[in-house]
């Protein structure tokens, strides 16, 4: 008599059956799934608690008659030359199985790669613009539009291009006039910060001549509302550089006129 092996490798050591075709079997064992041993006794089990089982009936279980089997099977004994052959075509099936996702997953790769750069190409000049923007702000703006790949929306194309504007003519910002000169300046009233202060309520005007250089002035006088153009004669108080615009600061203004 040959060796016998079950499915999983596992000899086999008792007397085997044969079934209708002629093939070696053996019965095994299908464990109950109606009852358990509980407390020392087989019960049926009413429930899980806290992942065990439970009776509180204590009951007998009708399924098994409380054997713990619920049934037995037939289960295919191989010799070692057919258990050599289903392991090495199940190998070849696996193998089969594992190129076809390589190549699934390398044909998907691909067509991502493809998406991207076309979309980085319909997009360039898009893209081009964020790559010039530095600050967390916009590294965060850049890295989740070309996660998202989805062509800008009007009002993003918007923010970039008064974002790079900006920029240029905080670039090309130079000062006005010399230290302590009275100077008659035009300026566009950009933005007005205020704060409170122990003496009350000051403004600081950021402005811009025509030339885009940028003025500020700080202080309580009024010289005007945001996105107003004034004429006013102030002294220069200082030449600064802040966040690396090059500003000039006017103090004691006098407003001339007012548009
Ligand atoms: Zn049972």
Same mark, same amino acid.
């Given at each position: 008599?040959?060796?016998?092996?079950?499915?999983?490798?596992?000899?086999?050591?008792? +007397?085997?059956?044969?079934n209708?075709?002629?093939?070696?079997?053996?019965w #095994?064992? #299908?464990?109950?799934?109606?009852?358990?041993v /509980?407390?020392?006794?087989? @019960? $049926?089990?009413?429930?899980?608690?806290?992942?065990?089982?439970?009776?509180?009936?204590?009951?007998?279980? $009708?399924?098994?008659?409380?054997?713990?089997?619920?049934? +037995?099977?037939?289960?295919?004994?191989?010799?070692?030359a057919?258990?050599?052959?289903?392991?090495?075509?199940?190998?070849?099936?696996?193998?089969?199985?594992?190129?076809?996702?390589?190549?699934?997953?390398?044909?998907?790769?691909? =067509?991502?790669? =493809?998406? *991207?750069?076309?979309?980085?190409? =319909?997009?360039?000049?898009?893209?081009?613009?964020? *790559?010039?923007? *530095?600050?967390?702000f $916009?590294?965060?703006?850049?890295?989740?539009? @070309? =996660?998202r790949?989805?062509?800008?929306?009007?009002?993003?194309?918007? @923010?970039? *291009?008064?974002?790079?504007?900006?920029r240029a003519a905080?670039?090309?910002?130079?000062?006005?006039?010399a230290?302590?000169?009275?100077?008659?300046?035009t300026?566009?009233?950009?933005? /007005?910060?205020?704060?409170? +202060?122990?003496?009350?309520?000051?403004? /600081?005007h950021?402005?811009? +001549?025509?030339?885009?250089?940028?003025?500020?002035?700080?202080?309580?006088?009024?010289?005007?509302?945001t996105?107003?153009?004034?004429?006013?004669?102030?002294? /220069?108080?200082?030449?600064?550089?802040?966040n690396?615009?090059?500003?000039?600061?006017?103090?004691?203004?006098?407003?001339?006129?007012?548009?």
């Amino acid at each position: 008599m040959q060796n016998l092996f079950s499915r999983d490798g596992t000899k086999f050591n008792g +007397t085997p059956e044969f079934n209708d075709a002629g093939k070696p079997v053996r019965w #095994v064992n #299908v464990a109950c799934d109606r009852c358990h041993v /509980i407390g020392g006794q087989r @019960l $049926w089990v009413m429930g899980m608690e806290n992942g065990r089982p439970y009776s509180k009936t204590g009951f007998s279980c $009708w399924t098994c008659g409380n054997t713990g089997i619920r049934k +037995t099977v037939k289960e295919r004994l191989y010799s070692e030359a057919e258990l050599a052959r289903l392991n090495k075509s199940a190998s070849t099936r696996a193998a089969r199985k594992a190129e076809a996702y390589r190549i699934a997953a390398e044909q998907a790769e691909a =067509a991502r790669a =493809a998406n *991207d750069s076309e979309f980085r190409a =319909a997009n360039a000049e898009f893209i081009a613009k964020l *790559d010039g923007l *530095d600050g967390e702000f $916009w590294d965060g703006f850049r890295e989740s539009f @070309l =996660a998202r790949a989805k062509a800008p929306t009007e009002r993003q194309v918007m @923010l970039v *291009d008064a974002e790079v504007a900006k920029r240029a003519a905080n670039a090309s910002s130079g000062f006005v006039g010399a230290v302590g000169d009275k100077a008659t300046l035009t300026l566009v009233i950009e933005r /007005i910060v205020g704060y409170q +202060t122990a003496f009350g309520a000051q403004y /600081i005007h950021i402005c811009r +001549t025509s030339e885009g250089n940028v003025v500020t002035y700080k202080g309580t006088a009024n010289i005007g509302a945001t996105d107003e153009t004034v004429t006013l004669m102030a002294t /220069i108080k200082e030449h600064t550089v802040y966040n690396g615009v090059k500003q000039t600061v006017i103090q004691r203004p006098k407003v001339l006129e007012q548009a």
